[in-house]
């Protein structure tokens, strides 16, 4: 027996799936998920609406060089068991771009750009 695995899960639970993230059940050729948050913490609490645009941040739209693979790889794979047995899976959350995926994949693209900052209070001056 070479290569072909099967998966079977008895059971999962799942909380939470947010944020451009995936729960696959089976075989994917490709998947491709992104992600994008702009995140404020402020010392007082203020919220005035539509507040950034992701263009005006290069983080969100710079280039993320992928290098090639040049390796040659080889490699012969002999699957004494055939499946893949699991009995519980408990996931609290998936986020951000994220996948979980029971199944085989052949070419995933996951990616998320967070820009943080931070807004203090001006001190007085004495």
């Known amino acids: 027996m070479d290569g072909i ?9 799942i909380n939470d799936v947010v944020f451009s993230s995936n ?3 089976g075989d994917t050729t490709y998947i491709k998920a992104n992600s994008r948050a702009f995140a404020v913490q402020r010392e007082e609490e203020l ?10 941040y290069p983080i969100f739209s710079e280039v993320i060089p992928i290098p090639p693979i040049t390796e040659d790889i080889h ?6 068991d055939p499946v893949i047995r699991v009995d519980h899976i408990n996931i609290i959350g998936i986020s951000a771009a994220s996948i979980f995926q ?8 996951l990616e ?3 820009h943080h900052v931070r807004q203090l209070k001006e001190k007085p001056e004495s």
């Open 112 to 114: 998320s750009r967070v």
């Open 102 to 109: 029971i199944g085989s994949i052949k070419d995933a693209y």
């Open 47 to 56: 919220y005035f609406g539509f507040e950034v645009d992701f263009e005006d």
């Open 23 to 25: 729960v696959h059940v």
């Open 75 to 80: 490699f012969h794979r002999i699957n004494l």
């Open 5 to 13: 695995r099967n998966s079977v899960v008895q059971d999962i639970s």
